[in-house]
T-cell receptor
Framework: GAVVSQHPSRVICKSGTSVKIECRSLDFQATTMFWYRQFPKQSLMLMATSNEGSKATYEQGVEKDKFLINHASLTLSTLTVTSAHPEDSSFYIC?????????????FGPGTRLTVL | GDSVTQMEGPVTLSEEAFLTINCTYTATGYPSLFWYVQYPGEGLQLLLKATKADDKGSNKGFEATYRKETTSFHLEKGSVQVSDSAVYFCALLNQAGTALIFGKGTTLSVSS
């Protein structure tokens, strides 16, 4: 099946620094990638949807200047948490939809645990 | 807005026991419904789905039937195995077809 990787799997940073998380589709081309955030014992919350070569579409309440998303190629999307603060600590998950598939055919990465001190 | 509610876990069962994880939804129209599974250390994987009322999705011995009367999509398996231990997420596709809305997830632990 289709494989999506995330890097890093875990990151700890100081408050005020920026952190970049990569999401890669390893064996297929992803026209659309999604970024989710998951709090403990909570559901996955969609943050934004990005299409290759265009600006990301952010969900209501998500600060686009804080969570910068770049989808520069059909196999890579990045999420940068700028000036991170402890409240940004969370589990970030990406998913990718293939060129032939529709939005409901999403392949998920294993997630990145971000801890901001 | 659209939402998904699933039973809170953890659910702890012995091997070969019957499994039910309840899931109900609130949505406009009749959305496609999904069950995803997340094994330890791995990403979410699609387990099964149903796209219209009365459809039954099935995979790996798991089943779920789309019930529009009760707005439910309960996950069932007749005989669980230790390898089924994972977190299970119920989800729906929003009306625009642009986003998946997830429940909080239910942790299943099966012991031998």
């Amino acid at each position: 099946g289709a494989v999506v990787s995330q890097h890093p799997s875990r990151v700890i940073c100081k408050s005020g620094t920026s952190v970049k998380i990569e999401c890669r589709s390893l064996d297929f081309q992803a026209t659309t990638m999604f970024w989710y955030r998951q709090f403990p014992k909570q559901s996955l919350m969609l943050m934004a949807t990005s299409n290759e070569g265009s600006k990301a579409t952010y969900e209501q309440g998500v600060e686009k200047d804080k969570f910068l998303i770049n989808h520069a190629s059909l196999t890579l999307s990045t999420l940068t948490v700028t000036s991170a603060h402890p409240e940004d600590s969370s589990f970030y998950i990406c998913s990718a939809a293939g060129t032939e598939g529709s939005t409901d055919t999403q392949y998920f990465g294993p997630g990145t645990r971000l801890t901001v001190l | 807005g659209d939402s998904v509610t699933q039973m809170e876990g953890p659910v702890t069962l012995s091997e070969e026991a019957f499994l039910t994880i309840n899931c109900t939804y609130t949505a406009t129209g009749y959305p496609s419904l999904f069950w995803y599974v997340q094994y330890p250390g791995e990403g979410l994987q699609l387990l099964l789905k149903a796209t219209k009322a009365d459809d039954k999705g099935s995979n790996k011995g798991f089943e779920a039937t789309y019930r529009k009367e009760t707005t439910s999509f309960h996950l069932e398996k007749g005989s669980v195995q230790v390898s089924d231990s994972a977190v299970y997420f119920c989800a729906l596709l929003n009306q625009a077809g642009t986003a998946l809305i997830f429940g909080k997830g239910t942790t299943l632990s099966v012991s031998s």
